[in-house]
């Protein structure tokens, strides 16, 4: 009753009163109160979206105050020393890794800004899950890196919080919370009865409710003690969870919340009960003890589970489940829910996280008793989130909001270790991660795939395609960071072995087995996902686990893991049943329980100073192990030589990504350092034979010149013997694992990238691999690596190519790294791409060219190696062996008998084997003899295992299997299939008959296979007797012989007679074509020091020089071959090497023979086809191209058609056109008076106004005009196009116009994608593919004709005038219909086009004449002003330049002339007559007709152009100086008249009384003085023009003199002197001279003939000595002032403002841009839009007038078209420039095409930031802004895109 009666008072009073009575000692009935009226108002019957409980809420918590004010106080008592603002996905953040202390550490924008960053390495990034700012958290970050605000200790002088503030908040907030849990209780439905939609929708009606809880938490420290009280407390959620016992509703939703979490397969309170106490899994639990199936609530539940396996194993492999034995789940005790918090957390996973209620749970965190709880609460439920995460449809929202809760939990090592101790975090992670990989298993097919009992993952299940196993891997790398988690990790064996059975699940996953048959039909891409869960989940904690096994004190936990390893792999060989042979064709890249095994080998060696042996198991297991990595290597060497090609390019992308950067320190790296360790221990003829087998080129290795391979074609053999020989030096020289520091290691990764080609800053931390340490997340030694780079690398800065490409920032090699640390053979590791190791190469060869050290085509340079650690010495034994020297005498003998499948690169891994051995030696190799060496079969071979001494050794006779059809092979006379093959056969092995017997028990027989079978034999017995038994038959030995076999195998002896050296000294003289390259003395005189750098030959010869040197014997035995081999007597005509080498000439002559008579032949065909294709008559065009110059000048004007490729005049029938591209501009009309640009506003404070702008103000002057006078000779007083003019510019290229329609045809026909519109007219130029749009037709004509009309007749000027008069009255004749007049009329319609409408109309009646008229001549006026901005705004330049080339003006001006003489101007109102004579001033005809516009309103250059185009073409040059002359006069009378009014009252009377006692001198008319007091005598009558307020005239103090008059007068002409010179330039081809600045003036002067050339010398030009009058100046003038005068409706301001046109404007200007990046994006990016109000997702400025618009926008399109684009249509007449602020970059819009620019941005390396992916400080580039600025200003984008 008592709640009913308050619930209708109001909310505020009612508050107000119950807070005054808790206040009160007894305060019992207060309590009662308000309890029953939340129970009232927070009825969880009633609908959740009512907003009467929430608003009743806020009012009781505020106690009747209002909310935000109760929020300001609380706000007030903050306490929080940690800043955690929370934010989602994409919002930008701050990482400081020189500040953080963990690699996840993030701060907030403002936290980061405010805070002291200097020359710190951060980046800014776009947040991907989510994240908190760190900022005040010295567990995360160093205090050095807090902002202002969170550096002082705040909570140190905040007062303490009253009491009763936050009371009515303690007593409210248990039952709202309550109420929130209620509602998700009541309205949760299990996922397989409910869509996602019901759950959306729950969650969308509590919306108010979770966003005022977050609002809670925002109210800082205070606050969030309160929450953290309520959300923790047991008490409080025992009393109100179940509800009161008479409430029925509460039960019932109290019991749904037991279904929920039955349903979840946890425990229930009540089965709680009567499970055991706690006890922890151990390592033989498995995964399922922690989540099996059979957990879940009832059996049938887990039956269906098992039926949902079974479908979805059809037509995929059956999936395996694990049965497991316990099935204890006593590690999740905690799930019985003892607090508001831990129930919240549940509902939170079972709605799948939503993003309000995780924020929420965020926001809480700076509180530290909140912390230590959630973290707990967080852990206890973890498998249950990752059972939910399994089950997901948006497992990837929810992965990102998993991890955006986990990395602000455990990035904290005191959290992480509290929970470790405390929760078994450790134990619940490895459990959960078996368990979830346990899902997707299948049984292994790798070796026996009938038997095997291992499984592994399947990579074609959603579980690895999708990554969803990312948040927990994540967070275990996470923990395993800290080193108090790893070590406890380490230290707990059975996790350990849980750990390596879940390693094991990768082990061989992904299998590849070789098509031999048919392609595959279906590619799988399962490898991705393959190399990312191993990288992920093995290798990663892998890296973070070897972190913290640095230092001997941690040798024990290396030992227990390799132990485990061991352990690991043995089980794993028993499972698939593994002896000692790999199943031929099949692979898998995925070992990582040998990479684990290897890498903690190698750091026990390097870091803890273990003996390597102590760790090594038996032999046999050796053997083992080394059979799969070495199958790798094998299989990428037979991927690269094509023999996968039908398995499809997934198998290249597998062996591509296996060494590529990201992956190689965790797969190739530590295979190869296993192999070597192997190798180093095993017997090295066995381990040299098993590389040759398994590279499949045992076959290969025989003396015989013919041989057959079972298991290879022909043209596999020689890359794959390059292959294995490739491998063995890499083995043998490679020391990243076997002795190098981390700083060498860093050096040569950085000069094998930079050797590839040159690199930036950022690809080359990316193309170098991690330094094995996610902790950091930095390369290795971080602090090194820029001075490692500065150490081996030069900065080349970024430029700017003429070609439009845009450069980098690039490093690359210093010279003395390419002299003496490029090293091939860590550049062949390295290469993704094989095409990489032939750019090293042909690098390396540019470098010794230029640099004068070697000019031919250099060999890969041999580098000397760091010394191997003293564990590793082993290796050396492999280039002692045997076996290696077998395989290298057999290889040098092939080599020089030019065997086939030999090569260049043989040779070269054969000489680099030999030179390793040489620098290698084995030392006390004796002891190592093993007692049963007799035995070897291949023994007598060579007499020990010394390189050295196996040198010189000479093989005599070796006996060979060949096919019977071999050379080799006796008969009576053998058949000589080919020259070669029978010289071969007769002299290079001497029969044997007589003593065949007796050599026969000499020749050397050699078998690699057979000799390694038996070593695996022996080591087998050895080790166990029964062993032997279980050795399986050699597959390859049985091989089934398909019919039609090649011809049987027969023994011959060979006899050979050579050693290594002789062999080599041979191949010296073989590779250098000499007969005695090497003289007996050669090596008493050698120079060793130009042997480092060179071709086969230095190599040789260097080799020779260093056997040498370790031995007098080889010394000898060199001198005595050099002194056997090459005799000094002349070399015999029948050697075979000699007729090869007669024969290669030969060859080469015929070949260059056949050569060019084919070219003759096509270059014939090509002329025929041309004279009947073009019917043309063959003589006469060369003729007439054979012209001389002088007749030329005589001929007409001949063009060449870039189609037809003919040349010829441009005639009436058939015109010849220009290519041109016609674009609409507004760069003129965005030019100021202002030389400096405007800056880009970077606050709210900045604005630009466009006020000031050219168009502007002729848009002004022009609607002035139009107010008073008369509208046709208003649209001939100015001229438009300032914005949307018509750009018309050429490649130059001329084509016939019926040539270039068909062309268009042949465009419009083809189906090619092209990035132009052939409907809207546009193509590329057929030559140079420049783009284009119209084409400019050529006037017919001689050029002679110029000349003649050139010609000076020396006429008096009056005389001149009275013609020009009569041509103007000389009507247009409207030219004869031909196809020249028609293509005329095209082109101007396409030039109409090409702009729009509103740039074309601005007559009052649209369309008229005057307005085409007006249109016609504004386009002439267009090209020349853009002409004169190219040349720099001044024609001091002089010459063409390089804009000019592109000029078409000269043919322009002949179209539209031939357009204007259809207009013809009435006499009585031709502006010449005023120019010239004295007129009447005629009285309107009508009273409303207005005034013409006064001769000093008029613009002087508008006038010039209308004369030039409206008098009949072409023009005599002594007319068009006529014409200039009479309008300088007008111009000069312009200046004197604007500068008079900017004159101070009294100076401009005494100008005047100095005028006019001048006025009788006889130069007054040609003085600025008279006639500038004439002008303000004039001007000062009635209705004077200076009766406006002068006020800013007053202002100016300064005094104007003469000079400065002078000064003023000139640069107010030279805008108009400059347009008449540039203008005669084209129509009379006048070259234009360069001057200085200063004169100028003078110069354009004298190039017009306004004054003559003579007087220049004499004294200097001024602007009055220029003028020259038909008549009486004084009277023009005062007819001219006059006009202004009598306008009696025009106000004198007015009047003003038209008089004064300053006709000087500066060269137009992109926007200044701020020198940092990070101005613009902090004030742009959250900018709102100023159309629709909102944050545009991606907002773009233009960079000419500084608007702010949205780039894609949907909001503000208009009529389907983006803000952008009408901008670019408003601003720049359809061009425009736009930096995108998200992105950096500068994008271009050009009509309906748009293209990226590239940023001007860049980094201190020089490097773009596309996209702001690196997030590093961006500086702006001020060349490549000038670059686009200067292209804007030349509209040449069109060229680029």
């Known amino acids: 009753m008592m709640a009913a009666s308050l619930l209708r008072r109001d909310k505020k009073a ?5 807070k005054a009575d808790l206040r009160r000692t007894d305060n019992s009935s207060a309590l009662r109160q308000i309890h029953e009226l939340l129970d009232d108002v927070l009825n969880p019957e009633k609908p959740a979206t009512d907003t009467e409980a929430l608003d009743w809420c806020k009012c009781l918590i505020a106690g009747g105050e209002a909310f935000e004010q109760f929020c300001k106080t609380v706000r007030s008592y903050d306490n929080a020393t940690l800043c955690g603002l929370v934010w989602t996905a994409n919002f930008v953040a701050y990482r400081c890794r020189t500040c953080g202390i963990s690699p996840c550490m993030s701060l907030c924008a403002e936290c980061f800004n405010n805070g002291d960053h200097t ?51 303690e007593l409210v907030l248990p039952r709202f919370i309550l109420s929130v849990i209620q509602y998700l209780r009541d309205g949760y439905t299990e996922p397989d009865t409910s869509s996602e939609r019901d759950l959306q929708k729950v969650l969308q009606q509590l919306e108010p409710q979770i966003s005022f809880l977050e609002e809670l938490t925002k109210m800082g420290g205070a606050m969030r003690t309160v929450l953290t009280k309520i959300l923790t407390n047991q008490q409080t959620f025992k009393e109100l969870s179940m509800g009161q016992e008479d409430n029925l509703f509460a039960k019932k939703n109290y019991d749904k919340y037991l279904a929920a ?50 479908g979805q194993s059809v037509g995929q492999r059956k999936r395996v489940k694990l049965s497991s034995s316990t099935k204890d789940l006593s590690i999740i005790e905690c799930l019985k829910h003892k607090c508001f918090l831990e129930e919240l957390l549940f509902w939170t996973i079972k709605y799948e996280f939503p993003q309000k209620k995780v924020t929420f749970l965020l926001n809480m965190l700076p509180d530290q008793d909140y912390k230590i709880t959630f973290t707990k609460t967080f852990v206890q439920h973890y498998a249950f989130i990752m059972k939910t995460l399994m089950k997901s449809h948006e497992s990837d929202t929810m992965s990102n909001r998993i991890v955006h809760i986990s990395v602000q939990l455990f990035s904290n090592e005191e959290l992480a270790r509290h929970v470790t101790e405390e929760c078994q975090l450790l134990d619940i992670m490895v459990t959960v991660l078996l368990y979830m990989m346990e899902s997707c298993l299948i049984k292994s097919e790798l070796q026996d795939e009938e038997n095997s009992r291992h499984v592994v993952v399947n990579c074609s299940e959603a579980l690895l395609k999708n990554n969803t196993y990312w948040p927990l891997v994540s967070d275990f790398i996470n923990i395993l960071s800290h080193q108090s988690v790893a070590k406890k990790f380490l230290e707990d064996h059975s996790l350990l072995m849980l750990w390596m059975s879940f390693v094991s699940f990768f082990q061989g996953m992904n299998l590849n087995k070789r098509e031999l048959n048919e392609h595959v039909e279906f590619e799988s891409q399962t490898y991705y996902a393959a190399f990312a869960a191993e990288l992920e989940a093995c290798a990663q904690p892998m890296w973070g686990l070897l972190t913290h096994c640095k230092v001997k004190e941690t040798q024990e936990y290396t030992k227990t893991v390799v132990r485990y390893c061991l352990e690991t792999l043995q089980i794993w060989f028993d499972a698939i049943s593994f002896n000692d042979e790999p199943l031929p064709n099949q692979v898998t890249f995925h070992l990582p329980l040998h990479r684990y095994y290897a890498m903690f080998l190698s750091k026990a060696v390097k870091c803890q ?38 398995n499809g390019l997934q198998i290249k992308g597998q062996a591509m990504t296996y060494v590529q950067s990201h992956f190689c320190n965790s797969m190739i790296d530590p295979d190869i350092f296993l192999l070597q360790v192997c190798a180093s221990r095993l017997d090295p003829d066995y381990f040299i034979s098993s590389v040759f087998e398994r590279f499949k080129v045992v076959d290969l290795l025989t003396m015989a010149s013919q041989h057959q391979n079972a298991v290879l074609d022909s043209e596999q053999e020689r890359p794959m013997l390059e292959g294995a020989l490739t491998f063995l030096v890499i083995l043998t020289s490679l020391r990243i694992h076997l002795g190098m520091t981390d700083d060498e290691i860093l050096r040569a990764e950085m000069v094998s990238q930079l050797c590839m080609n040159d690199r930036t800053h950022s690809s080359l931390l990316d193309l170098i691999p991690e330094n094995p340490n996610p902790k950091s997340g930095i390369v290795p030694g971080s602090c090194s690596f820029e001075e490692m780079l500065s150490a081996v690398a030069d900065f080349k800065a970024p430029v700017f190519e003429p070609g439009g490409s845009m450069q980098q920032g690039m490093y690359t090699p210093k010279a003395e790294v390419w002299e003496n640390e490029f090293d091939p053979i860590m550049v062949v590791l390295r290469t993704v791409y094989r095409r990489d190791v032939q750019s090293a190469m042909d690098r390396y060869s540019a470098f010794l060219k230029q640099s004068g050290i070697h000019t031919g085509n250099p060999w890969p340079p041999y580098k000397e190696r760091t010394p191997l650690h003293p564990c590793y010495k082993g290796l050396i034994k492999l280039l002692h062996c045997k076996t290696l020297h077998i395989v290298i005498f057999t290889l040098l003998y092939k080599i020089w008998m030019d065997h086939q499948n030999m090569s260049e690169h043989v040779l070269c891994m054969v000489l680099y084997l030999i030179e390793l051995g040489l620098d290698n030696q084995v030392q006390d190799s004796k002891e190592d003899e093993e007692p049963c060496i007799e035995e070897h079969c291949h023994d007598s071979w060579f007499p020990g295992t010394n390189l050295i001494s196996n040198l010189h050794h000479v093989i005599n006779f070796v006996r060979v299997r060949v096919p019977e059809t071999a050379p080799e092979v006796k008969r009576e006379a053998p058949p000589s299939t080919s020259s070669e093959a029978s010289s071969y056969g007769q002299n290079s092995h001497r029969r044997l008959s007589a003593n065949w017997r007796e050599n026969l028990r000499e020749a050397q027989v050699f078998s690699l296979v057979a000799e390694r079978r038996r070593k695996f034999q022996e080591i087998i017995n050895r080790s166990s007797s029964e062993a032997s038994l279980v050795v399986r038959p050699k597959s390859s030995s049985t091989r089934w012989v398909p019919p039609g076999t090649p011809p049987q195998l027969v023994t011959e002896i060979l006899e050979i007679r050579e050693s290594m050296l002789s062999l080599l000294v041979k191949l010296h003289q073989k590779l250098s074509s000499k007969q005695n390259s090497l003289s007996e003395s050669w090596l008493d005189n050698m120079d060793t020091s130009r042997h480092a750098h060179g071709d086969g030959i230095t190599a040789i010869e260097r080799i020779l020089t260093k056997a040498a040197t370790r031995s007098c014997q080889i010394k000898r035995s060199i001198q005595d071959i050099c002194g056997k081999v090459y005799p000094p007597v002349p070399p015999k005509k029948n050697s075979p090497t000699d007729k090869k080498a007669m024969d290669k000439e030969e060859r080469r002559q015929r070949a260059r023979e056949r050569q060019q008579k084919l070219l003759a032949e096509f270059a014939s065909r090509q002329k025929s086809f041309m004279e009947t294709a073009m019917d043309v ?23 060449d058609c870039v189609i037809c490729g003919q040349s010829g005049p441009s005639t009436e029938d058939r015109p010849t056109g220009l290519v041109v591209l016609l674009q609409a501009s507004s760069v003129l009309g965005h030019r100021c008076k202002n030389t400096e640009a405007k800056n880009l506003p970077t606050s709210d404070e900045e604005h630009i106004y466009s006020a000031d702008t050219c168009a502007v103000a002729h848009d002004v002057r022009l609607t002035l005009l139009q107010r008073f006078f008369k509208d046709s000779s208003c649209l001939q007083s100015v001229s438009i196009g300032w914005d949307g003019g018509v750009y018309v510019q050429t490649c130059g290229h001329t084509l016939h116009i019926d040539c270039h329609k068909s062309y268009m045809e042949s465009l419009r026909n083809d189906q090619v994608l092209q990035g132009f519109s052939v409907d809207k007219g546009e193509f590329t130029c057929p030559l140079c593919r420049q783009f284009a749009n119209s084409v400019l037709p050529c006037r017919p004509g001689r050029s002679s004709e110029a000349g003649a009309w050139q010609a000076s007749t020396n006429k008096k000027t009056s005389v001149l005038i009275k013609e020009v008069e009569a041509l103007q009255d000389n009507l247009g004749i409207f030219p004869t219909e031909s196809n020249l007049s028609k293509e005329m009329e095209s082109v101007i319609k396409d030039i109409k086009n090409t702009t729009q409408k509103k740039y074309m109309d601005y007559g009052k009646n649209p369309g008229s004449s005057d307005n085409d008229f007006l249109f016609m001549y504004s386009l002439a006026r267009t090209n020349l002003e853009l002409e004169l901005v190219h040349r720099g705004g001044n024609l001091c330049c002089g010459g063409a330049s390089a804009t000019a080339k592109r000029s078409c003006l000269n043919q322009l001006f002949h179209v539209l002339a031939m357009h204007m003489r259809l207009y013809s101007i009435d006499s009585a109102y031709n502006p010449w007559m005023k120019l010239t004579q004295l007129t009447q001033s005629r009285e309107p005809d009508f009273d409303d007709e207005r005034p013409e516009v006064p001769m000093l309103f008029r613009d002087v250059p508008s006038l010039l ?50 005028g006019a006692i001048k006025k009788e001198r006889a130069n007054a008319e040609t003085s600025f003085e008279v006639l500038l007091g004439h002008v303000i005598s004039e001007l000062s ?48 081809g006048d070259n234009l001279t360069g001057c200085l600045e200063q004169e100028e003036f ?10 003559p050339a003579t007087s220049v010398v004499s004294n200097p030009v001024n602007s009055a000595s220029c003028l020259e009058w038909a008549l009486s100046a004084f009277d023009l003038v005062t007819q001219w002032c006059a006009e202004v005068k009598g306008l009696s409706q025009v106000q004198a301001e007015q009047s003003l403002t038209l008089l004064v046109q300053d006709p000087q404007w500066a060269l137009p200007r992109l926007l200044q841009l701020p020198d940092n990046y990070n101005i613009i994006f902090q004030y742009y990016h959250r900018k709102a839009c100023t159309v629709c109000k909102k944050v545009p997702k991606d907002p773009a400025l233009c960079l000419v007038c500084g608007a702010f618009v949205c780039l894609k926008g949907v909001c503000c399109k208009q009529q389907g078209i983006s803000e952008c684009v009408l901008h670019s249509q408003h601003c720049g007449a359809a061009t425009g420039i736009f930096l995108l602020i998200n992105a950096s970059v500068i994008i271009i819009i050009r009509g309906h095409r748009f293209c990226l620019w590239g940023s001007v941005y860049l980094d201190t390396h020089g490097e773009e930031d596309r996209d702001l992916r690196r997030g590093k400080p961006l500086f702006l580039c001020e060349e490549r802004y000038r670059v686009l600025e200067q292209q804007w200003v030349s509209h040449t984008f069109d060229h680029y895109q």
Not at 616 to 640: G, N, T, Y
Not at 1642 to 1647: G, K, M, T
């Open 14 to 18: 009612t508050a107000a009163h119950l």
């Open 119 to 169: 020359s710190h390495d951060f980046n800014m990034f776009r947040s991907q899950a989510g994240g908190a700012c760190d900022c005040g958290d010295s567990n995360v970050m160093r205090e050095s890196g807090f902002c202002r605000r969170h550096r002082l200790r705040t909570g140190e002088n905040i007062p303490s919080i009253p009491r009763d503030l936050l009371l009515m908040s």
């Open 261 to 310: 979490l039955k349903n979840s397969g946890l425990v229930s309170v009540e089965d709680k009960a009567q499970s055991t106490g706690d006890v922890a899994v151990g390592a033989e639990g498995g995964a399922n003890a922690l989540l099996g199936s059979a957990a879940s609530g009832s059996p049938d539940e887990s039956s269906k589970e098992e039926d949902q396996d079974a």
């Open 609 to 646: 100073g273990l003996d390597l042996d102590s760790l090594l198991p038996d032999q046999e297991m050796l053997m083992k192990i080394m059979v799969h990595p070495l199958q790798i290597q094998a299989c990428l060497s037979e991927i690269h030589s094509n023999m996968w090609v039908r």
């Open 1177 to 1199: 008559e063959s003589p006469e065009t060369e003729a007439a191209m054979d012209l001389g110059a002088s007749e030329m000048m005589e001929s007409e004007v001949l063009y």
């Open 1505 to 1554: 152009i209308i004369f030039v185009l409206t008098m009949p073409q072409p023009l005599r040059k002594e007319h068009f100086t006529c014409v200039v002359k009479m309008l300088y006069n007008l111009q000069f009378i312009q200046a004197l008249a604007a500068l008079s009014s900017k004159l101070r009252p009294e100076e401009r009377q005494a100008w005047n009384s100095s």
């Open 1581 to 1628: 009558k009635s209705n004077s023009v200076y009766a406006v307020n002068m006020e800013d005239i007053m202002l100016s103090s300064s005094v104007w003199s003469p000079q400065s008059v002078e000064f003023s007068l000139q640069q107010y002409c030279l805008p108009f002197l400059r347009l008449s010179c540039l203008l005669q330039h084209h129509l009379y």
């Open 1642 to 1651: 003078s110069s354009l002067a004298v190039c017009l003939g306004l004054v």
